[in-house]
């Protein structure tokens, strides 16, 4: 008997300590203490979409401290930068903000695309941060989207 293949492949970081699932093909790339990076299959041309999982470096007592950090993260001086949407969520039941805008980036020197989601899991605060080139957007920004819906935060 054969079985169909996933649409979607399940990771976990012992770093993070974040669940995600991200579509067939996509693979963990790198991955240190504080954070994980997970990039699509190469395409023909361009840079491969990204998204990280990082833990914040700092304890927040605010409870709405996730909301000043995503602010802080708009404020980042940027070239060209257009924010499409800003809007709250709720990941795997903890408050969150997720902002989408656009940006020249120098490093590829191409505009690019976030999706960017700040989450507070009581005094901690994660970023998932999902990156492609603006022309794929349409493509990845659902993709992003339900990777984020799919999270789940395991106790250490």
Not at 93 to 120: H, L, R
Not at 138 to 156: K, M, N, W
């Amino acid at each position: 008997m054969r079985y169909p293949k996933p649409d979607v492949v399940h990771f976990f970081s012992h770093e993070t300590k974040v669940s995600i699932e991200l579509p067939t093909g996509w693979e963990l790339d790198e991955t240190d203490v504080r954070f994980a990076m997970y990039r699509a299959p190469q395409n023909t041309f361009g840079q491969a979409p990204t998204l990280i999982v990082r833990v914040l470096d700092v304890q927040i007592a605010d409870p709405e401290g996730y909301q000043k950090l995503a602010q802080q993260m708009l404020d980042l001086p940027r070239e060209d930068m257009h924010l499409f949407s800003r809007d709250t969520l709720q990941v795997d039941g903890f408050p969150g903000t997720v902002d989408v805008f656009s940006y020249y980036q120098d490093i590829v020197a191409q505009q690019v695309i976030q999706y960017q989601v700040f989450v507070q899991v009581e005094q901690v605060v994660f970023s998932i941060t999902g990156m492609a080139e603006q022309e794929s957007g349409e493509t990845y920004l659902p993709v992003f989207e339900a990777a984020v819906r799919s999270v789940r935060f395991i106790p250490a």
